[in-house]
């Protein structure tokens, strides 16, 4: 399969949040972060392109657009991946890392195109909302599960049944790998990019983007039991009100808010 790769040079820290978040609407979802770069990567099936550089125009960025060959994305990952802790709580690394004893929750992630390492300000803030909910013996579903990290952290905290989505082949493969680096026992990953027919859940992930948050609402409050929690992310801080005016008449105010570096997690129930 082919891929295409589009490079966006010398980005403006103000516009950085921006080109993560609305770059998966043009089918491009897998992201390389250099120091003033960004690199990210679609199938050239799910791109479109055209849009894509109307947008990229329209933003004032500079950016070159490749076509590549399917390869071995994990050797240039293992240079540049490193440990991320959440301080006596929680480490996520890759299996060439040392594990740490001071820690009660130990993932290891083999991190290849797909999102969710811990790295991105969404992916921890999801973890810490995780953190102050008991997941014992609930069912949950993990909606864009990316690499399988938040999944697999819900297996750690004691879910009894994990249900962990994606519709990228990228990241189904990606998460089966992490989930068998893990050992997982209770989770099932499957290719999907449809709500329906999935049952009920006590607890509902889905770290993706504004856009599928916002076309999803309704299809994401009918999976819920009654007092379920959900818990959202890969939306910009200055989306709040936009997610509040959807979620709110669905669920009530949220309960549970964190923003970091220009984005926010927010937690809702049932």
Partial sequence: MQYLEIHIKDIVPEKRDWVFAYLPSFGFSQFEELETDVKAYAASTDANLEALKEWMKDQSLSFEISTIQETNWNASWEA???????????????????????????????????????????????????????????KVLDFGTGTGILAILAEKMGAS?????????????????????????KITVELKDQLN????????????N??????????????????????LSGLLSVDYEDICLIYDPLFGPNFKQIQESGWMALAFKR
């Fill in 161 to 185: 049944e994990v249900l962990a989505i994606d519709n990228d082949q990228w990241s189904y493969e990606n998460a089966s790998e992490n989930l068998r680096h893990n050992e997982t026992r």
């Fill in 80 to 138: 540049n991946f490193q440990p991320v802790e959440i301080p006596e709580k929680i480490l996520v690394r890759a299996d060439f890392h040392p594990a740490k004893k001071n820690v009660i929750y130990d993932i290891i992630i083999t991190p290849k195109m797909s999102f969710g390492t811990g790295h991105h300000a969404t992916t921890k803030m999801m973890m810490e909302a995780m953190l102050e909910i008991d997941f014992t013996g609930k």
């Fill in 210 to 231: 504004k856009n599928i948050l916002t076309d999803h609402a309704s299809g994401l409050s009918a999976l819920l039991n009654r007092n379920g929690i959900l818990i």
């Fill in 197 to 208: 027919g999935l049952g009920l859940f006590d607890i509902v992930l889905a770290n993706i």
